[in-house]
Nanobody, 121 residues
């Protein structure tokens, strides 16, 4: 019923920038929160940033001051602007959202399939 699709990943040099997009589609009445996670090879998935429906954002300490999460006016697309990228930012980045599809229905958690970000010289 609900799909999350990440885009915008790629290869970038240290110090460079990328912007990831998370498009939420399907039967979407309300998005409570969108989170970005990442998982590097051999490591556990970790939270990177989040943006809730009150426009409150949170960031992992490792990305504060470099990453910015925002949303499109339609509210169904969320961006992760990543600046001053470092090799340790290399990972698959996943979008996650709590979405309600109908009135009086609970929020359901959905995941995207991920987008690869590689930071290397």
């Amino acid at each position: 019923q609900v799909q999350l699709v990440e885009s915008g990943g790629g290869l970038v040099q240290p110090g460079g920038s990328l912007t990831l997009s998370c498009a939420v589609s399907g039967v979407v009445l309300e998005i409570q929160i969108v989170r970005w996670f990442r998982q590097a090879p051999g490591k556990e998935r970790e939270s990177v940033a989040s943006l809730n429906n009150f426009d409150k954002s949170n960031y992992a300490d490792s990305v504060k001051g470099r990453f910015t999460v925002s949303k499109h006016a339609d509210k169904n697309t969320v961006y992760l602007q990543m600046n001053n990228l470092k090799p340790e930012d290399t990972a698959v980045y996943f979008c996650n959202a709590e979405v309600r599809s109908y009135n009086n229905y609970p929020y359901v958690n959905y995941w995207g399939r991920g987008a690869q970000v590689t930071v290397t010289s």
